[in-house]
């Protein structure tokens, strides 16, 4: 995270929750001035993954295959950061 998002996390955690919404929404509307843009460039990768697909230098996996890895590697991490904890903080 650089600084200036750092700073602006930091002050927004002073908000009130209503105030934290009204200020994601705001956020996200300025995105939203984008959205042709970024729909065009998520149509290109996904055109250019068919073709590779259908090239065969690119694979397929199941929405089950994909879900299985994803909590393999989650779990991972979250044993890693346990092992990072100090001897007192893992007894909790």
Known sequence: MNE???LLSEEAAKLTP??????VERINLTLLDRQEEIDGAWDKEVE????AYRRGEMKSYTG???NIRFLSDARAELDKAVDLKSPRQRRR
């Open 64 to 66: 089950r295959a994909v």
């Open 48 to 51: 250019r993954r068919m073709e």
């Open 18 to 23: 209503e105030e934290r919404l009204e200020l």
């Open 4 to 6: 200036r998002v750092r």
